[in-house]
């Protein structure tokens, strides 16, 4: 698992790099305005809608494809696969019909404070991204076959092709076709989706014409998903009611949550979703063995790696949240004001970023033992706390009290899961987790305030930002790996024994 998520890492940061190029280049021609706003929604509506139809993909089609394959062979698996997809491809049309009749109405409910323009430029934008659903569809079915198989680097990849189309959308768009951008939403996705095409291919999968609604594994893909279409529906309401309340706070404030949302998502795509991706193959394995023991050693080191890389982003961004945005993002359309109120909103994201991650690694134990009911209810808690907050925060704080209602109910709905997944496969290592989480937090606290002083020094004297930032995150990487090198945590040193033995056996070959 180690050396999967470490190559799924590295990819997922250069996927990571272009999505931020691509808002980097939307914020330059668009700033925080009402076009951005539109931009925005208009990708996330096809998201929301399908999210949960993905959702349920992801969850249940690993554990029961494997299942099938262990019991029946492939070519049943290959048939099971056939069947799902072309029953997908029949209920994404339906939905994209709907969709684009009623593409007025869904815009309202998403943002509820757009008016003529930015209202009319939304819809618009809208009906071209509600097309692309038939692909993002297949698109989730290709990823988990092509994970059973081995093949985590493509899935990893299909951010390339996505935003490279983007990016030319909005650099053409910008000439005064906003329509462009609405074609460049659609190339997007049918990128993503011929690009996973070829890779199943080569895994010599085979497409059969079946639609069979009474097979009994697409009844029980169903029966398990279920539960977690309501989980995942529980999460589009909150981002329902995060960009209604921001649209009717400020114009661009939409945006200003967006920017800032992706800055943490960046990180938690990179090694929450990496951990979680090369995990959740392997504890359903694990799991259909009843291998409990392996399953949760597996558990704790995917939560111990994760702590080592999401804690000292989290201090690393509220110390440098300013810099950071204003290095990114403070150019062209891209005003001052802008700037403050995404640093601001991205320190309150950064405070959750640990416990969303926590919530999804450990949501997957559930998945895997076949349990959709319980994160289901988990969620539930979770949006109720999420809107409640959302209502009372942002009267005080704006857009800050949007962000700090999603990290709260984040640590909320992580501390649930860790209660009832403890209940149901017995103590998984809570106190050793604990232990090296305090370490880990130490460490970081250290590199905050070395960060800290050593940005303010360096602006004294330098004049370049982007290298004060640099020199900043550079001294912050070299004094957190120093100090949690003598933490003695078992992952760490474990990690510094497997590289010394790749050094020591790459210098011998190259003696030899």
């Not at 299942?67 to 994209?96: H, P, Q, W, Y």
């Not at 991706?277 to 291998?291: G, K, S, V």
């Not at 004297?461 to 550079?474: A, F, Y």
């Not at 497997?498 to 210098?507: A, Q």
Request: charged residues 15%; contains cysteine.
């Amino acid at each position: 698992m180690k050396k999967t998520a470490f190559l799924l890492i590295a990819i997922t940061i250069l996927s990571k790099i272009i999505g931020l190029g691509r808002d980097v280049v939307l914020s330059y021609f668009y700033g925080a305005s009402g076009t951005t706003d539109a931009f925005l929604i208009s990708l996330t509506i096809p998201t929301v809608i399908f999210a949960f139809i993905g959702k349920a993909i992801s969850t249940g089609y690993i554990p029961l494809y494997s299942r099938i394959e262990k019991d029946s062979g492939v070519e049943e698996a290959n048939d099971f696969t056939s069947n799902l997809i072309n029953m997908l491809s029949i209920l994404s049309i339906l939905l994209t019909g709907l969709g684009f009749v009623f593409a007025e109405q869904i815009v309202k409910i998403f943002a509820s404070g757009f008016e003529s323009e930015t209202l009319f430029l939304a819809v618009m934008l809208t009906r071209y991204s509600l097309v692309g659903i038939l692909f993002l569809a297949l698109v989730h079915v290709f990823n988990g076959f092509l994970q059973l198989k081995g093949n985590f680097a493509a899935p990893a990849l299909i951010g390339l092709p996505m935003n490279a189309c983007l990016i030319l959308a909005i650099i053409f768009s910008s000439r005064g076709n906003l329509e462009l951008l609405g074609i460049g939403i659609l190339l997007s996705t049918l990128m993503q989706f011929v690009f996973l095409l070829y890779f199943m291919m080569k895994k010599n999968y085979r497409y059969r014409p079946i639609v069979d609604i009474k097979d009994p594994n697409i009844r029980q893909m169903v029966y398990l998903a279920i539960p977690v279409i309501l989980g995942v529906a529980v999460n589009d309401i909150n981002q329902i009611v995060d960009r209604t309340l921001a649209s009717q706070i400020a114009e661009g404030g939409i945006s200003a949550l967006s920017y800032a949302n992706r800055l943490s998502s960046f990180v938690r795509s990179i090694v929450v979703t990496s951990i979680a991706t090369a995990m959740y193959p392997l504890i359903t394995n694990l799991a259909r063995d009843e291998r409990i023991g392996e399953l949760k050693n597996t558990l704790r080191q995917a939560i111990t790696g994760m702590n080592l890389l999401v804690v000292p982003a989290t201090v690393g961004f509220i110390v440098l949240a300013y810099p950071i945005i204003n290095l990114l993002y403070g150019r062209g359309a891209f005003d001052n004001n802008a700037v403050l109120a995404t640093a601001d909103v991205l320190i309150y994201y950064s405070i959750g970023m640990l416990g969303i991650g926590m919530r999804e690694v450990l949501s997957r134990p559930f998945y895997a033992l076949q349990d959709t009911k319980t994160p289901m209810i988990n969620a539930a808690i979770g949006m109720g706390t999420n809107i409640t907050l959302n209502f009372i925060l942002s009267y005080y704080l704006g857009l800050n009290g949007l962000a700090l209602a999603t990290s709260i109910s984040a640590w909320l709905t992580a501390f649930l899961m860790f209660i009832d997944l403890r209940k149901k496969i017995g103590a998984f290592g809570a106190k050793n987790i604990t232990w090296s989480l305090l370490k880990v937090l130490t460490s970081s606290l250290v590199m905050g305030m070395v960060v800290y002083h050593s940005y303010a020094r360096l602006s004294s004297v330098i004049n370049s930002q982007s290298v004060v930032l640099l020199l900043g995150i550079s001294i912050g990487v070299l004094v957190y790996f120093a100090v949690i090198s003598l933490m003695k945590i078992d992952e760490v040193d474990g990690l510094w024994k497997s590289l010394k033995r790749k050094l020591i056996g790459n210098h011998t070959s190259s003696s030899d």
